[in-house]
């Protein structure tokens, strides 16, 4: 097991708004936090980034200190008003909390199908929110405890007055912040700033039985809860993407210091830029609003399914604290690349020791673009693919496909060339036309010996 001064890792820390090295809590259980979906409709590419960009993270943590010394621990949120609004249009002759069951199960499980063809691997952990409510009482009770925490108007709220240093993440300050608040809207709040730890459930809503009365938990509330169940009081990474930093992150950072009196939550927090599509901020109402399964399965982006391997390292081109624009042409040049790297690749393995340079880069706050650059040399200048291959391993970068025998595909491929031998060109072009179709790419050659006529086929990406 190596040590993280050896490798050089350093990474930015939003909280201190520096890079640094990294250095666990404890080396033999390295610990990272992720905030994951909140399942009440299917992932978008905005969410496809933090998944990408912190599976890389756990991968080089894995080959920095071993596979059996990282904890990665990966919720999903399946309580939320969110859940409870689509549950309730989507299956509106149903019970409430049957309906929600039918929304989380399908969406949590289209989403883990849809990380998997990204190439993600699975985090150690994937805690359900529904299954860590006792965890989140617990919190509660100790934030009422310590006067952190009040009960109005049957919720109960965070104090944020309690907390000197609260607005650190977010370099948001308390008094700027109350300044343009309309205090009105909910005066039961002691500050405006107050948020919510417990509130509680109609008869039809979703609910659970506590010292405050039957409800259910805040947003926030719950990722300090299973943070904490998995990981402990302090640990190592908080990852997720730039839009979370506040108030979600500050304010779980408020309430798990607050709970214990501590002087972290997590040591290093890492988030990843945001990402636009085709030069545009991605939504429903400007008709880009793209998810992973559109982008995997059907033809609404470019007017083809790009594989999980091109969208993979279409996000890694560019570092994951600068935004990206998400482009056809950028899926392109992905698949370009991955092309060209499988042709010069073929018939390789990966060798058994990683790049220096490579790791490097990765080593330098995540570079995975100085990453893959490196991989480029290699594989395509230098005529070493298996070193080349070996970083691609590590970034999670599917190059080389298994070959596919597909009787049909071959039939009409042979279908065509008797088409094209007797000069049934129409015949040949309607096959040829099905078979793109399929994604199946044609090579007509002459054999070199007998000048005979072949053809080659594959999948493209």
């Known amino acids: 097991m190596a040590s993280a001064q050896k490798t050089g890792l350093r990474l930015y820390n939003t909280l201190t708004r520096t890079q640094q090295d990294f250095v666990p809590l404890d080396p033999a259980n390295v610990r990272m936090y992720v905030c994951g979906p909140t399942v009440y409709d299917f992932a978008h590419i905005g969410n496809a980034r933090p998944v990408i960009v ?17 904890t990665y621990v990966r919720n999903i949120t399946d309580v939320d008003d969110k859940i409870n609004a689509r549950a309730a249009r989507d299956f509106p ?20 199908s849809d990380v998997a063809a990204l190439g993600a691997l699975e985090p150690s952990v994937e805690p359900r929110a529904t299954e860590n409510i006792d965890e989140m009482q617990a919190l509660i009770k100790a934030l009422l405890e310590r006067e952190h925490a009040y009960e ?30 309309r205090v009105a809207v909910e005066s039961h709040k002691r500050n405006p700033a107050d948020f919510v730890l417990w509130k509680q459930s109609s008869a039809e809503e979703p609910g659970w039985q506590s010292p405050w009365g039957r409800g259910r938990p805040g947003w926030h509330i719950e990722c300090s809860a299973m943070s904490e169940r998995y990981l402990g009081r302090t640990f190592d990474i908080h990852g997720g993407g730039l839009d979370l930093i506040f108030p979600h992150h500050e304010n779980e950072i408020a309430q798990s210091r607050c709970a214990h009196g501590t002087h972290a939550m997590a040591n290093v927090w890492m988030h990843n830029g945001f990402v636009q599509v085709e030069g545009q901020k991605m939504s429903k109402s ?44 950028r899926l392109e040049e992905a698949t370009q690349l991955l092309e060209k790297w499988e042709r010069f690749a073929k018939g390789h393995a990966a060798a058994g020791v990683i790049d220096a340079e490579a790791l490097a880069h990765l080593g330098d706050d995540l570079d995975t673009p100085g990453a893959i650059r490196r991989m480029h040399r ?28 597909d009787a049909g595909t071959e039939a009409l491929v042979a279908a065509r060339l008797e088409a094209l031998n007797t000069r049934n060109f129409a015949e040949a072009d309607r096959i ?3 078979l793109a179709g399929q994604g199946v790419q044609l090579m007509d050659y002459k054999d070199p010996e007998t000048g005979e006529r072949r053809t080659k086929w594959e999948v493209k990406r």
Do not use: C
Not at 54 to 70: N, P, Q, S
Not at 156 to 174: C, H, I, K, T, W
Not at 289 to 315: Q, S, Y
């Open 286 to 329: 400007l008709g880009n609003f793209i998810t992973i399964h559109d982008l995997l399965a059907t033809d609404k982006f470019g007017g083809r399914k790009w594989p999980g391997e091109v969208l993979r390292l279409a996000m890694l081109m560019t570092h994951y604290r600068e935004p990206i624009d998400f482009s056809v042409a």
């Open 152 to 181: 109005a108007s049957g919720e109960v709220l965070f104090a944020v007055e309690s907390m000197p240093d609260y607005g650190q993440l977010s370099g948001r300050n308390l008094e700027d912040q109350l300044a343009g608040a």
């Open 93 to 112: 002759g149903l019970p409430l909390n049957e309906a929600i069951r039918k929304v989380t199960e399908k969406t949590a499980g289209q989403f883990r």
């Open 54 to 70: 912190f599976d890389v993270l756990f991968r080089v943590l894995r080959h920095v200190y071993g596979a059996d010394h990282v």
């Open 378 to 405: 290699l594989i395509v200048d230098d005529a070493q693919p298996a070193a080349g291959l070996a970083i691609a391993d590590l970034l999670g970068i599917k190059v080389l496909r298994e070959a596919v025998v």
């Open 432 to 434: 040829r036309t099905e």
